[in-house]
């Protein structure tokens, strides 16, 4: 196999929270396309090194703070990249195209029609979704999680998986109707179930179990047109590996500590999660025992952020 060529990529955002794209030269490497500024390290440099040096030739900028958001091991026929992909939340100067290259400010939500290399689609995905998932508690009726739900929303919580296994289907599905009536735009839900069940709440995403994933896996396809989200549960490489196969938009990995919820299962650690992590080209947010303070912890691991029950539902 080819060696693997380890690129800086930068998400620079806006106060209007649109997105910084450049065009790619029509003679390079997936030329024509828009990328994410930056480019290859270079010996010996750390990606922060390579980011900052890229910003400045590329943009004419000073990069001031950077944080990780995704890393994305990615093979082209001709090519095998790690796309090491950081936000830039401060930087110096006027950013342009200081190359001659086009460039835009792109609307979040509008970078899904744009025309990126293959290896990007993680990135938009990445970059669309919020730090936290919350996953409703078990043992409350659907009123206490209609009040539970909407008073999450309220205090900033923008990804909700509504679980409630006690309920029965037709109290599931009153509540998930209940909910997308009200739940402001900022806070999407997820919703568990068949696809004959779940298909025609448009405004609602999908949360795969790791057995429909599974099913789903042999037909390579996804089950879900693309401007809803769609997630699955996943506890080893194999179901990430499946992920990408469906072209799901994230995954929730799981446990990675010992949790009350799932007392038989034997938790990841946190090593071996970060290895999970590593090979995985879909956004990961980490499940079981977490709270918003292991946030730092799950970002140093390229997590796309924590899911919580309990730790997120006040
Ligand atoms: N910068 C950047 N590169 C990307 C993105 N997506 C993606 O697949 N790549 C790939 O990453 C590789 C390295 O990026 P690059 O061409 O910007 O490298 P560079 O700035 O050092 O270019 P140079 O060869 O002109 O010195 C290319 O093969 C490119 O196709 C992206 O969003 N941004
Ligand atoms: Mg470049």
């Known amino acids: 196999m080819n060696k693997q060529l380890h690129v800086a990529v930068a998400v620079i955002e806006d106060t209007q929270g649109r ?5 790619r030269a029509a003679d390079k490497h997936q030329g024509g396309l828009w990328e994410f500024p930056g480019g290859k390290c270079e010996a010996g440099e750390s990606v922060l090194q390579a980011l900052a040096r890229e910003l400045q030739e590329e943009l004419g900028i000073e990069v001031v703070n950077a944080e990780p958001l995704i890393q994305i091991p990615y093979q082209y026929p001709e090519l095998n990249v790690l796309l090491d992909v950081h936000r830039v939340t401060a930087y110096r100067g006027d950013a342009h195209g200081a190359e001659g290259q086009p460039m835009q400010w792109v609307a979040k939500a509008q970078l899904q029609q744009i025309a990126f290399p293959a290896a990007n689609r993680p990135i938009v995905c990445a970059v669309q979704l919020p730090q936290q998932y919350l996953v409703t508690p078990t043992g409350l009726d659907a009123e206490a999680l209609y009040q539970g739900v909407m008073r999450a929303a309220a205090q900033g919580i923008e ?12 109290a599931y599905f009153a509540l998930v109707e209940r909910l997308l009536q009200a739940l402001p735009v900022s806070c999407r839900l997820l919703i568990k179930g068949s696809w004959a069940q779940v298909q025609d709440y448009e405004q609602a995403g999908w949360h795969l179990t790791s057995a429909q994933l599974e099913q789903f896996a042999q037909q390579s396809e996804r089950p879900l047109p693309s401007n809803r989200w769609l997630a699955v549960s996943c506890h080893n490489a ?4 499946w992920a990408t196969q469906i072209s799901a938009d994230f995954a929730c990995l799981s446990p990675v500590q010992a949790t009350a919820s799932h007392p038989d299962a034997q938790p990841l650690g946190w090593a071996a999660t970060a290895e999970l992590i590593a090979e995985a080209q879909v956004p990961v947010y980490l499940l079981g025992g977490l709270q918003p303070s292991d946030l730092t912890q799950a970002f140093i691991i390229g997590a796309q ?10």
């Open 305 to 314: 952020g924590i899911a919580a029950i309990r730790g997120l539902w006040s």
């Open 159 to 170: 990804l909700v998986q509504l679980r409630a296994p006690e309920l029965s289907e037709q």
């Open 19 to 23: 997105i910084l794209l450049t065009q």
């Open 238 to 241: 194999q179901q990430l590996a």
